[in-house]
C-alpha cells in the first residue's frame, strides 16, 4: 500500500513539474507589432507610385509583363531591346523565323554560343518587345503570340492600303473612262463637223448639177435654133442654083 502511494505522490511531482514548464514556454512573447507597423507602412507607402496616372501604355507593358517569368521579366527591365540591337551588329544570330504583316512583324533568334534565343515583335524594323529565354518551347510559343499580335496589329494598316490603293485604281479608272469620253466626244464632234461639210458639199454639188443641167438644156436649145437657122441660110445660098 505504501508501494503505490509513493508511485502516485512521484507521478503527480512530475505532472506539476511537467506542467510548469509547459507554462514557462507558452508566455506571449514582447509585443513587436507597434515596432513593425511602421515599417511595414513605409514598405506600402514607398510601392505607391508619386500621384502618377497609370498610362494605356503603362496598363499594357504590365499586363503583357504578367505572362513573363520572373527570369524573363529580370531581363527585359535591364534592356532585352538595346542588347539584342547590340548583338545584331554581328553576326552570331541565327534568324529561325519571321512573320511580316504590313509594318509589323515578329523573329525568333538563336544566339548558340550561349543556346538563347531572342523573340522580337517589331514594326518597321523598330523593336516593340523582346523577350529572352533559353527554353525552346517557350521561345516558339511566345514567336506565335508575337506573329499573331503582328497579324492583329496590321488588320487596320492592311485595310486601309488596300482601300487606299482602291481609291486610287477608281480615280484611275474614271480618269481612263473620262479621257475616253472626251476622245469620243471629240470624235463626234469631227464627224458631226465633216457631216455637215459634206452635207454642205453635197448641197453646192446639186446645185451645180441642176445649173449645169440648165444650162446644157439651153445650150442644146440654142444649137439647135443655130442649126436651122444654118440651114435656113444656107436654102437661101444655093435657092435657084441647079440641083445636082
Not at 497609370?54 to 531591346?81: I, Y
Not at 544570330?93 to 512583324?105: D, F, K, Q, V, W
Not at 442649126?227 to 436654102?235: A, G, H, I, M
Request: proline share 3%; charged share 20%; with cysteine.
Amino acid at each position: 500500500m505504501d508501494y503505490k502511494w509513493r508511485v502516485r505522490r512521484t507521478a503527480l511531482a512530475v505532472l506539476v513539474l511537467i506542467g510548469g514548464i509547459g507554462t514557462g514556454c507558452a508566455q506571449t512573447p514582447p509585443d513587436n507589432s507597434a515596432a513593425a507597423a511602421p515599417a511595414a507602412q513605409t514598405t506600402a507607402v514607398t510601392a505607391v507610385p508619386n500621384d502618377q496616372a497609370v498610362t494605356p501604355a503603362q496598363a499594357l507593358a504590365a499586363s503583357q509583363s504578367a505572362a513573363l517569368t520572373p527570369e524573363e521579366a529580370t531581363q527585359n527591365a535591364a534592356g532585352n531591346v538595346a542588347e539584342l540591337q547590340q548583338m545584331l551588329r554581328g553576326t552570331e544570330l541565327s534568324e529561325l523565323r519571321t512573320t511580316y504583316n504590313g509594318s509589323y512583324g515578329a523573329s525568333l533568334l538563336f544566339y548558340g554560343k550561349e543556346m538563347t534565343y531572342y523573340v522580337s515583335l517589331f514594326q518597321n524594323k523598330t523593336f516593340w518587345r523582346v523577350i529572352k529565354t533559353s527554353d525552346e518551347t517557350r521561345a516558339e510559343a511566345i514567336y506565335r503570340d508575337f506573329a499573331q499580335k503582328s497579324a492583329q496589329l496590321a488588320e487596320v494598316e492592311i485595310r486601309r492600303t488596300r482601300l487606299e490603293a482602291q481609291k486610287a485604281f477608281t480615280n484611275r479608272m474614271i480618269a481612263l473612262t473620262q479621257e475616253h469620253a472626251n476622245r469620243l466626244q471629240a470624235d463626234l464632234a469631227i464627224a458631226r463637223e465633216q457631216q455637215a461639210l459634206v452635207a454642205d458639199q453635197q448641197k453646192q454639188g446639186r446645185d451645180q448639177a441642176n445649173a449645169l443641167q440648165a444650162q446644157k438644156t439651153a445650150a442644146q436649145a440654142q444649137l439647135r435654133t443655130v442649126q436651122r437657122q444654118v440651114r435656113e441660110l444656107q436654102q437661101q445660098v444655093e435657092g435657084g442654083l441647079p440641083i445636082r
